[in-house]
């Protein structure tokens, strides 16, 4: 079946077209979910968001609205972004591609790729692999990965947490869910082809495969993540050794020391 003929409680396909395709606002993550094609004008997207946006054909003038300014890029087929502010995005040279909306959380400013096609810097299940595009900058927050898997693979059958928002780069796959919420009766198959988008509700049960003799590649939406750093663990604090504190400066002991950090604050305590 077509991407856009499915949607149960396992699988959310979606029309690729200019605008709003999906409004999950009232998800305990609330996210909006946007389509921009070279027709038709820019996509305008609101403040009050962080926008994660994705080109899969052609390629897209990003303009992003910050105080007293505006700032205009130039992204080609496979790059991405991450926008905290107000912005727009129009396609051109047959260009389209996805914005993901978090509404009420503000990201950090960043423009990447192309997204390197071949196998990613960490494993993942049954033998693919996936790179971080746009990393949680805290635990918990969204994040942007790549997953590249090879010629014939098949995945498991499996879920998640919370949602997961897919759109297909290259490569062609295919992805079954069960039909019923229960997880039972027949498999539904759905083609995934370049730009193919759709959602994973949360605990929707789905498996994905390359179909073909070339690699599928994908670029997929987390609204959360349950590991991160935190205040109490991360690059900055675990690679600093205080030596001597300055007079009359402030406590340099973090607020919380947990096992991780306490020999450094043994040193400084
Ligand atoms: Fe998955």
Redesign the pocket.
């Known amino acids: 079946m077509r991407v856009e003929q499915v949607r149960n409680a396992h699988f959310w396909g979606l029309a690729s077209s200019r605008g709003l395709l999906a409004d999950l606002s009232a998800d305990l993550l609330p996210t909006l979910f946007w389509g921009f094609t070279p027709d038709g004008g820019s996509l305008a997207l609101p403040g009050g968001s962080t926008h994660f946006g994705f080109v899969w054909r052609g390629w897209a003038l990003l303009t992003r609205y910050i105080p007293r300014r505006r700032q205009t890029f130039k992204l080609g087929a496979g790059m991405y972004f991450a926008c905290p502010e107000p912005c727009q995005v129009q396609g051109h040279g047959g260009g389209g591609g996805v914005v993901v909306s978090r509404v009420g959380y503000e990201g950090m400013f960043q423009i990447g790729g192309p997204v390197n096609l071949g196998e990613g810097r960490l494993r993942y299940i049954d033998g693919g692999s996936t790179s971080l595009l746009v990393a949680p900058p805290r635990k918990g927050d969204p994040c942007i990965n790549h997953l590249h898997f090879p010629p014939g693979w098949k995945q498991s059958r499996?879920k998640?947490p919370s949602l997961?928002f897919t759109v297909a780069y290259q490569g062609q796959g295919k992805c079954t869910v069960p039909a019923y919420p229960d997880g039972s009766g027949p498999d539904v198959e759905i083609s995934v082809d370049p730009g193919s988008m759709f959602i994973?509700p949360t605990g929707g049960l789905?498996a994905?495969d390359a179909v073909g003799s070339s690699p599928l590649d994908i670029v997929t939406y987390h609204p959360d993540t349950l590991i991160g750093w935190t205040d109490d663990i991360h690059p900055m604090l675990e690679s600093t050794s205080i030596v001597a504190s300055p007079v009359g400066g402030n406590d340099p002991v973090p607020a919380a020391c947990d096992s991780s950090v306490m020999e450094m604050c043994r040193r400084t305590s």
């Open positions: 499996h998640h997961r994973i789905h994905i």
